[in-house]
C-alpha cells in the first residue's frame, strides 16, 4: 500500500508541534512583557503638553517647593494642579511675552482652562489619597521620583496595584520622616532597616492590605 | 382671545414603525441594475421579485439580492407576504445579519486595544480657583427643602460646585440632622432632564423680558380697576419674603385676589380648630411630655409637618432598655465637624430626659395602614366614618362634648372607647390626641376639645398660630378661583408652585374655565399639564439654585440658598416672579430676601444695621434665622404676618382662651355616615356574596413616595417601596382581606370605583392590616405629562376627588371590571414563618425576663475556621427595631449616596430591584387585626460571611476592619455569592442599570463611591467610602477616630434615630452599648454567620385592660 505521508513528515510533526508550543509560550511572554511595559503602564512616557512645563527648572533651578502649586497634597485625596493664576502669580512679571507661555497668557486672559495631558493617571476604581501617605512619611519622590530633575514631566514607576503593595505590605522599608517628605535626593541618615521600623511604630502606620483601603 | 384652542404639546405624533413619510425614494431610473424592474411603483410584490431573480443570473443574481435586501420596500414586502413573529429586534431596526456584520467589524476593530492601554485623560484645572475649594473635598451648605410650604431645613453636599447628597441638618427643629424622604430625592429634579428650561409662549422659546412687558402690560391695564381682574394661585406658602411680596402686589392692587391651592393640604385642622378653639390654629406636639398617646387616623410619625422632630421624640420616649441613653430632641451627631459638642451630648451622655420616666404608650385608631401605627402598641381599624364616631365617643366619655357613642362596626371599638379614655384621663396633661392631617375637620375639632378637657394644651401640645398660609384664612380657595373664572372676571392669572389642571377635584372641572381667563402665566418645574393651558411658560428654579426662605412646622425661620447656579439661565424663582407682578421685575430672588430680612423683619430677629451682616452670615451657615450673637432660633413665625397682620401667638400659651362652654355635638352626621355606611354592607350581604357592586368608603391620601404627584417624575421615588404595601410605580386601592373575600377580589383585580357620576378604574390591592368595609388610594398618579419617567404611570386619583370630599369619598361604588393588572411589589412575603426574625415582647416580659431574646433564639459556637484578633477599628452596626417606623429615608439615602441604579416596573416584577436596604414588613398576629413589624435589612457584614467563601475571584473579601468588602473591579458576575446569602442582600446588575448616556444626571452621581456596570454584584458597605474618609482624616491629625464623626447615610437620614455604626471594639461608642444591651440579637443567627449588624428586640407596652384577642399567626 503506497504510504501517504513522506518520511519527512515524522520529523516536521515533531518539529512543528514544538515550534507550536514555542510559539505560544513566545506570545505569552511577548504579552506579559508588553503589559509590564511602560506602553502599557505609562512609566518612562513622555506626553505632549500644551506648555513644555519643566519641573527641572521650576524646583531645582529655582527652588519652589511642591506644594507652591500642588497646594492640597497634605489636606486632600488629590494633590491638585495649579490654577492659571498660579503660573501667573510670576509670569506676570517674568518671561512675560515668550512663545512658550502663550497659551498660559491666552488662557488667563480668555478664561479658557489649559488642557494638560494627565500623567498619572490610576483607573477610576481606584480611589488614592495624597494626604494620608503624604500624613504617614511616604515622600513626593517615592512614588513620583526625582521630578526635580525632569525637564518634562513623565511617570517614574508603573503604578500597577502590585507595585503599590510592595510599600503596603512592607511600609517599613519607603517610610521618612514626615519633615523630609518634600525632600528630593534625601538619602536615610541610618539605614532604612532601622529607622523604618521606628518611623512606622512612632506614625502608627499599619500595613493597609483590605480591598477596601483603595477600592470602594 | 378665547378662542384661543387647548395647547398641546409642540411636538411631532410619534413615529410608528413602518411610517413611509420620507422612506427612500426610488433611486432615478437606470442607475441601478437591480432595481430597474421596479420602477413602476414603490410597492414590491413577490412576482415582481420573482421575474427580477428570473431575470438575474451567475453574479448577477446574488447582487440583486444583496441590494433588494438593504431597501425598505424590500423589507415592507416580507413583512406582508411573509409575516413572522420575531423579525426584528426589539431595540431598533437593525437586522439580524446587519448586527453580526457590525460586531464582527467592532470585534476586529476594536479587539485588544481597549484592554491594554487605558484611555488618556486630560487634567483640567481652573483658571482662577475659588478660594478655599480643595479638587475632591466636598463642602456643606445649609439650605431648606420644602413640601407642602413647610421647611425642612437640610445640609447640601457640594462636589465641586454640583450638589450631591441632601442631608439633615442638625441645628434645625424639623430635621435633627434627619430628612424625610422627599427632602433626600429632592437632589435629583434638580438635575432632571424634562425640566422647563426656557420662557415659552404659545410653545414657542422667548424670553422674560417679552414676559415682563406683558405682565406690566396687564397690570397697567387693570390699574383703572384696581386689579380687580387679577389673581394669583400658588401652593401653600410660610415664606416671609414671598407673603410680603404678595402683600407688595396686593397692595398695589387692592381687589385682586391671591388663592392658595396645595393639593395635600391638611385641610381639617383649621377648620377642626377653628370650631374648638375660636380661630384656626396649627398643632404642635410635644411628645417628650406625654406618656400615652392615642392617633386618630394619623401618621404624625412619619408624614406631615414635623414628623422628623416626633419621630425623634416618640424614640426617645420609646426607649425603655436604657435610661441613659436618650436620644434627646437635639442633633443627630454631626460628620466629624470640628469641635462641635451639642453632637456629643445628644450621643447619649444622657441627661436622662425622660430617663425616668416610662416608656409612652401609643394607640392608633386608624382606617388605613400608616406606618405611625406598626409601632402602635394597640391597633384599631375602622372605617373613616367610624373614626369620626370613636372620636366623638371618646370625647363624651372624657367630658368634652361629642355626641352619643355609634353603633360600631366592631364590638371591641366600644371597650377602647372606655379603656383608652381611662388611661388618657389617667395621665391628665402627660396625655395626648393627634388627629390626623386627613382628618375631617371635626375629628380635629374633637381631638382640640379632648385635648383640652385632659389638660393636655400646654404640655403635649402648643395650639399655635398656623405656619403657612392655607386656603380659607389668609388666602382664597380654588372654589373660589373657580367661581371668579366661570363668571369671565378674572384677566390674568399666574399660577406658581401648584398644577391645578393635574391635581384639581374633578368637580370644580378646572380644565373647562381656566380658559376664560385671558392672560396666563405657568410657573413650574416642568412643562406638565396645566402649562399646556397656559399662553406663558416660566421655567423655575430649583431649590438648590435659589434664594428663599422658609418657616418650619415649628416657627423656625431659615433662608434657603442655592448651591449652584441655575443650570438654566431662563429659570425664574417664585419670588423673582411674583416681584414682577409687584412691580419690581428684574430684582434678583438675593437682593429680594436680604431687603426683607433687612427691613421690618429683621428687626423681629434682633438685626438691623450693622448687627444684619453678622446675623446673615450666622443664618446662612447655620441653616437657622439668627439673631446676631445669639445661639436661639429667632422668635417663631410671629415674624409672619398674615396680611390682615394678626400679631401672631408667640411660643407657648398655646392655652388660649378655651372655653368650655359651648361646645357643640360635631355635625357632618357622621353617625348617619355610619349607619349609612352600615346599611349599605349589609345589603349587600342580603344580595349574596356574588355582588358585583360593593359600596366603599375610599381613602384619599397623598402618595407617601410621591405625595401629590410633584414627584411622579423623580425615579428614585417611584422606585421606593411604599410603607406597608411595598408597592412600586403603581397606586391601587388598598383594601382588606376581609373586604376583599366578601366582593370576591383578589389582588391585581382591576375595578371601577364610581363616585358622584364619575369613574376611575383602579387595580385593588390587599392589606391585611387594612380597615375593612373602606379603601385607600393614593393621589399622584396618572399623570399625563410629567416628564418621561413619571407619564402614565399610575391611577389619577383626582378624577373622582370632589372639592366637598377631599379626603374621604363616603359611598363610592366598586365594580368588577374582570381583567387584571400587573402590579409590582418587593415583598410578597408576609409571614416569618415561625422563624424569630424581628423579636418583640412586651414591656412587662422584659421586666420579668430580661433575656427572653436570647431564649428565643440559639447561636452556635462551633466554626471550623480560625478566629481573626482585630485589633485596630471594628464596626459593626446596631439597629433599634423600636424605632423603626419604616418610613424610607434610609433606603433613598442609601441610594442617593451610593449611585444606586433604577431598575423600572418591569425589573422590579422580576425581583431585580437595587436598593441596599430593604424594609420588610411582616404581619403578626390575627388575619384581620395583625401587628405590623418594620425591619430593615442590609448587609450584614457577617464574620463567617457565606458569601465570602464562594466568590471565585475573591471579589468580596473581609477587610482588617472587619466590613465585607465588595471589590467591582474584580467582579465577574458569577453571582454564587447572592445565591449563598441566607439574608439575600446582594444587588446584581443584571443589565446596564445606571444611564451613562444622560450628561445632565452624571452630576447627581457622588463621585466618592464606584459607579458600577452590568454584571457586577453590590451590596451595603457600611458606607466604607464615609469610614475612609474619617479614618485618612485621623491620620492626618494624628488622633483616633471618634465615636460618631462616622455616620452612615442611612444613619444620619434615619429621623427617629433607629440605626448606631461605630466601632466595636469601644466599649464606650454608642453601637456597643446598644449591643450590649439584653434585647441585642443577630438576624439569623443560628446559622452561625455572626453578623455584626445586630438588632435591638421590639418592645410594646400594652395596656393590659385592651388584651388582644390571639388567633392563628398569618400564614404565607
Same mark, same amino acid.
Not at chain 1, 500500500?1 to 518520511?7: D, E, K, V
Not at chain 2, 419621630?311 to 443627630?332: I, V
Not at chain 2, 389582588?747 to 387595580?763: C, M
Given at each position: 500500500?503506497?504510504?501517504?505521508?513522506?518520511?519527512s513528515s515524522n520529523a516536521l510533526s515533531r518539529v512543528s508541534i514544538v515550534l507550536l508550543l514555542g510559539l505560544l509560550a513566545g506570545l505569552g511572554w511577548v504579552g506579559a512583557e508588553l503589559s509590564n511595559s511602560g506602553y502599557v503602564t505609562g512609566e518612562g512616557v513622555v506626553l505632549n503638553q500644551p506648555v513644555p512645563f519643566s519641573h527641572d527648572h521650576h524646583t531645582a533651578g529655582l527652588g519652589i517647593d511642591c506644594r507652591y502649586c500642588h497646594t492640597s497634597v497634605d489636606r486632600a485625596a488629590s494633590a491638585g494642579i495649579p490654577p492659571i493664576a498660579t503660573c501667573m502669580n510670576c509670569h506676570r512679571e517674568i518671561w512675560t511675552n515668550a512663545d512658550l507661555l502663550e497659551p498660559i497668557r491666552a488662557a488667563y486672559r480668555d478664561g479658557v482652562a489649559v488642557k494638560w495631558q494627565r500623567v498619572h493617571d490610576l483607573p477610576d476604581f481606584v480611589y488614592f489619597n495624597h494626604s494620608v501617605h503624604v500624613a504617614n512619611g511616604i515622600g513626593c519622590e517615592s512614588c513620583h521620583g526625582r521630578v526635580d530633575q525632569m525637564p518634562l514631566m513623565m511617570q517614574a514607576e508603573d503604578l500597577t496595584m502590585g507595585w503599590c503593595l510592595e510599600c503596603h505590605r512592607e511600609p517599613e522599608k519607603f517610610v521618612r520622616p514626615r519633615d523630609e517628605v518634600f525632600t528630593f535626593g534625601w538619602e536615610p541618615p541610618v539605614p532604612q532597616s532601622q529607622m523604618g521600623p521606628q518611623l512606622v511604630e512612632e506614625y502608627g502606620i499599619e500595613s493597609l492590605t483590605a480591598c477596601s483601603v483603595c477600592h470602594r | 382671545m378665547s378662542r384661543l384652542k387647548v395647547l398641546d404639546n409642540v411636538e411631532q405624533p410619534a413615529r410608528q414603525p413602518g411610517d413611509r413619510a420620507d422612506a427612500n425614494p426610488l433611486p432615478p431610473e437606470g442607475e441601478s441594475v437591480a432595481l430597474e424592474n421596479v420602477s413602476t411603483g414603490r410597492r414590491l410584490t413577490v412576482d415582481a421579485v420573482r421575474d427580477k431573480l428570473a431575470a438575474a443570473e451567475g453574479p448577477e443574481m446574488w447582487r440583486s439580492l444583496e441590494e433588494l435586501a438593504e431597501t425598505p420596500e424590500f423589507e415592507e414586502m416580507l413583512h406582508r407576504e411573509f409575516p413572522r413573529q420575531a423579525s426584528q429586534w426589539a431595540g431598533g431596526e437593525v437586522s439580524r445579519r446587519r448586527f453580526l456584520q457590525v460586531m464582527s467589524a467592532s470585534l476586529a476593530l476594536g479587539g485588544l486595544t481597549g484592554c491594554l492601554q487605558q484611555p488618556r485623560e486630560e487634567i483640567i484645572p481652573y483658571v482662577d480657583q475659588p478660594e478655599g475649594l480643595v479638587a475632591g473635598e466636598p463642602w456643606y451648605f445649609a439650605t431648606t427643602h420644602t413640601l407642602n410650604g413647610y421647611g425642612m431645613g437640610v445640609l447640601a453636599e457640594s462636589h465641586e460646585g454640583r450638589p450631591t447628597k441632601i442631608e439633615g441638618n442638625p441645628d434645625h427643629p424639623a430635621s435633627l440632622g434627619a430628612t424625610d424622604v422627599f427632602a433626600q430625592a429632592s437632589v435629583l429634579d434638580l438635575y432632571d432632564p424634562d425640566r422647563a428650561q426656557a420662557v415659552k409662549k404659545l410653545g414657542r422659546v422667548t424670553t422674560w423680558t417679552r414676559l415682563a412687558d406683558e405682565l406690566g402690560g396687564a397690570l397697567n391695564a387693570q390699574t383703572a380697576l384696581q386689579g380687580s381682574g387679577v389673581r394669583l394661585l400658588t401652593g401653600a406658602v410660610s415664606s416671609p419674603t414671598l407673603r410680603a411680596q404678595i402683600d407688595t402686589m396686593l397692595q398695589? #392692587? %387692592?381687589?385682586?385676589?391671591?388663592?392658595? !391651592?396645595? %393639593?395635600?393640604?391638611?385641610?381639617?385642622?383649621?377648620?377642626?380648630?377653628?370650631?374648638?378653639?375660636? =380661630? *384656626?390654629?396649627?398643632?404642635? +406636639? /410635644?411628645?417628650?411630655a406625654a406618656d400615652a398617646v392615642l392617633a386618630? /387616623? =394619623? /401618621? $404624625?410619625?412619619?408624614?406631615?409637618?414635623?414628623?422628623?422632630? +416626633?419621630?425623634?421624640?416618640?424614640?426617645?420616649?420609646?426607649?425603655? !432598655?436604657?435610661?441613659?441613653?436618650?436620644?434627646?430632641?437635639?442633633? #443627630?451627631?454631626?460628620?466629624?465637624?470640628?469641635? /462641635?459638642?451639642?453632637? @456629643?451630648a445628644a450621643n447619649g451622655s444622657g441627661a436622662g430626659n425622660g430617663a425616668d420616666r416610662e416608656m409612652i404608650r401609643l394607640y392608633s385608631v386608624e382606617s388605613t395602614p400608616t406606618s405611625t401605627g406598626t409601632l402602635a402598641d394597640h391597633r384599631l381599624t375602622l372605617p373613616p366614618s367610624e373614626v369620626a364616631a370613636f372620636a366623638s365617643a371618646l370625647a363624651a366619655e372624657l367630658g368634652a362634648g361629642g355626641g352619643a357613642p355609634a353603633r360600631f362596626s366592631k364590638p371591641r371599638a366600644a371597650k377602647w372607647v372606655r379603656e383608652v379614655a381611662a388611661d388618657l384621663r389617667s395621665r391628665g396633661s402627660a396625655a395626648l390626641v393627634v388627629p390626623g392631617d386627613y382628618a375631617s375637620a371635626e375629628v380635629h375639632e374633637l381631638a382640640a376639645r379632648i385635648n383640652q378637657a385632659l389638660g393636655a394644651v400646654g404640655t403635649t401640645v402648643r395650639y399655635e398660630e398656623p405656619v403657612v398660609a392655607a386656603a380659607g384664612e389668609a388666602a382664597g380657595s380654588l372654589d373660589e378661583l373657580v367661581a371668579d373664572l366661570a363668571a369671565g372676571a378674572v384677566d390674568l392669572l399666574v399660577i406658581a408652585g401648584t398644577n391645578p389642571v393635574q391635581t384639581a377635584p374633578a368637580d370644580l372641572d378646572f380644565t373647562a374655565v381656566i380658559e376664560k381667563a385671558r392672560l396666563r402665566v405657568y410657573h413650574g418645574l416642568y412643562e406638565d399639564e396645566t402649562s399646556r393651558y397656559c399662553q406663558w411658560m416660566v421655567p423655575a428654579k430649583h431649590y438648590l439654585e435659589s434664594w428663599g426662605d422658609a418657616v418650619a412646622f415649628d416657627g423656625t425661620a431659615s433662608l434657603v440658598q442655592p448651591l449652584i447656579s441655575p443650570l438654566y439661565d431662563a429659570t425664574k424663582s417664585e419670588i423673582e416672579l411674583v416681584a414682577a407682578l409687584a412691580g419690581t421685575s428684574g430684582a434678583k430672588g438675593y437682593e429680594l430676601v436680604r431687603e426683607h430680612w433687612q427691613g421690618q423683619a429683621g428687626a423681629s430677629i434682633g438685626a438691623t444695621g450693622d448687627a444684619f451682616e453678622d446675623s446673615w452670615k450666622q443664618s446662612l451657615h447655620d441653616g437657622v434665622l439668627r439673631a446676631a450673637g445669639s445661639g436661639a432660633a429667632a422668635a417663631p413665625a410671629a415674624a409672619v404676618a398674615a396680611s390682615g397682620g394678626a400679631a401672631g401667638g408667640g411660643a407657648g400659651d398655646g392655652a388660649e382662651n378655651a372655653t368650655d362652654a359651648g361646645v357643640a355635638a360635631p355635625t357632618l352626621g357622621t353617625a348617619a355616615a355610619v349607619a349609612r355606611v352600615q346599611a349599605a354592607n349589609q345589603e349587600d350581604d342580603l344580595q349574596g356574596a356574588a355582588a358585583d357592586t360593593a359600596i366603599l368608603e375610599i381613602n384619599l391620601r397623598p402618595d407617601p413616595t410621591i405625595w401629590d404627584g410633584r414627584y411622579a417624575n423623580n425615579a428614585w421615588l417611584q422606585e421606593i417601596p411604599k410603607p406597608i404595601t411595598k408597592l412600586v410605580w403603581d397606586n391601587a386601592l388598598l383594601i382588606s382581606l376581609a373586604t376583599a373575600e366578601r366582593f370576591g377580589l383578589a =389582588?391585581?383585580?382591576?375595578?371601577?370605583?364610581? $363616585?358622584?357620576?364619575?369613574?376611575?378604574?383602579? *387595580?385593588v390591592w390587599v392589606v391585611p392590616a387594612h380597615a375593612d368595609g373602606c379603601g385607600t388610594l393614593h393621589l399622584g398618579y396618572g399623570r399625563r405629562h410629567a416628564g418621561r419617567v413619571g407619564d402614565g404611570v399610575g391611577f389619577d386619583a383626582s378624577a373622582i376627588r370632589t372639592s366637598d370630599a377631599l379626603w374621604t369619598l363616603p359611598a363610592v361604588e366598586v365594580r368588577r371590571m374582570g381583567g387584571t393588572y400587573p402590579l409590582a411589589c418587593t415583598q410578597d412575603h408576609h409571614s416569618m414563618e415561625g422563624r424569630h426574625l424581628v423579636r418583640t415582647g412586651s414591656l412587662a416580659d422584659y421586666q420579668a425576663n430580661p433575656d427572653f431574646v436570647h431564649q428565643m433564639g440559639h447561636v452556635p459556637t462551633l466554626t471550623m475556621f480560625p478566629p481573626y484578633e482585630y485589633d485596630g477599628y471594628s464596626w459593626g452596626m446596631a439597629v433599634d427595631?423600636?424605632?423603626?417606623?419604616?418610613?424610607?429615608?434610609?433606603? &433613598?439615602?442609601?441610594?442617593?449616596? #451610593? #449611585? &444606586? *441604579?433604577?431598575?423600572?416596573?418591569?425589573?422590579?416584577? @422580576?425581583?431585580?430591584?437595587?436598593?441596599? &436596604?430593604?424594609?420588610?414588613? +411582616?404581619y403578626e398576629g390575627s388575619l384581620e387585626e395583625p401587628k405590623m413589624h418594620n425591619q430593615p435589612v442590609m448587609c450584614q457584614h457577617c464574620e463567617l460571611a457565606p458569601c465570602e467563601v464562594v466568590c471565585p475571584v475573591a471579589a468580596t473579601v473581609h477587610s482588617d476592619e472587619g466590613t465585607n468588602d465588595m471589590v467591582y473591579n474584580r467582579c465577574v458576575g458569577t453571582r454564587y455569592c447572592s445565591n449563598n446569602c441566607p439574608y439575600k442582600v446582594r444587588r446584581f446588575n443584571f443589565f446596564q442599570y445606571v444611564d451613562e448616556k444622560t450628561e445632565v444626571l452624571k452630576a447627581v452621581r457622588n463621585p466618592d463611591v464606584t459607579v458600577r456596570n452590568r454584571g457586577v454584584m453590590e451590596k451595603c458597605s457600611y458606607c466604607i467610602q464615609r469610614v475612609a474618609k474619617a479614618r485618612i482624616a485621623s491620620k492626618r491629625e494624628q488622633r483616633e477616630i471618634r465615636d460618631g464623626e462616622i455616620l452612615s447615610a442611612c444613619q444620619q437620614a434615619c429621623p427617629s434615630d433607629a440605626i448606631a455604626f461605630g466601632n466595636i471594639n469601644d466599649p464606650d461608642s454608642r453601637v456597643s452599648r446598644w449591643k450590649e444591651q439584653m434585647l441585642n440579637y443577630g438576624l439569623l443567627e443560628e446559622l452561625n454567620t455572626r453578623p455584626r449588624t445586630s438588632y435591638l428586640a421590639k418592645l410594646n407596652n400594652p395596656n393590659e385592660r385592651l388584651a388582644e384577642p390571639r388567633a392563628g399567626e398569618l400564614t404565607a
Open positions: 500500500m503506497r504510504q501517504l505521508f513522506p518520511r | 398695589a #392692587n %387692592p381687589q385682586a385676589k391671591w388663592h392658595v !391651592w396645595e %393639593p395635600a393640604a391638611a385641610d381639617g385642622a383649621g377648620a377642626g380648630t377653628a370650631s374648638a378653639l375660636g =380661630s *384656626p390654629r396649627q398643632a404642635v +406636639y /410635644d411628645l417628650q386618630l /387616623d =394619623s /401618621d $404624625f410619625l412619619t408624614t406631615g409637618a414635623g414628623a422628623q422632630a +416626633y419621630a425623634r421624640q416618640f424614640t426617645a420616649r420609646r426607649r425603655a !432598655w436604657d435610661g441613659a441613653d436618650k436620644m434627646a430632641a437635639t442633633g #443627630n451627631g454631626t460628620e466629624g465637624a470640628a469641635g /462641635d459638642d451639642t453632637a @456629643n =389582588s391585581n383585580d382591576l375595578v371601577e370605583l364610581a $363616585f358622584k357620576g364619575r369613574t376611575l378604574q383602579v *387595580p427595631l423600636n424605632a423603626c417606623t419604616g418610613c424610607n429615608a434610609c433606603v &433613598i439615602a442609601c441610594q442617593s449616596e #451610593n #449611585n &444606586i *441604579p433604577v431598575v423600572g416596573k418591569e425589573q422590579v416584577l @422580576n425581583g431585580r430591584e437595587m436598593h441596599w &436596604i430593604r424594609l420588610d414588613r +411582616y
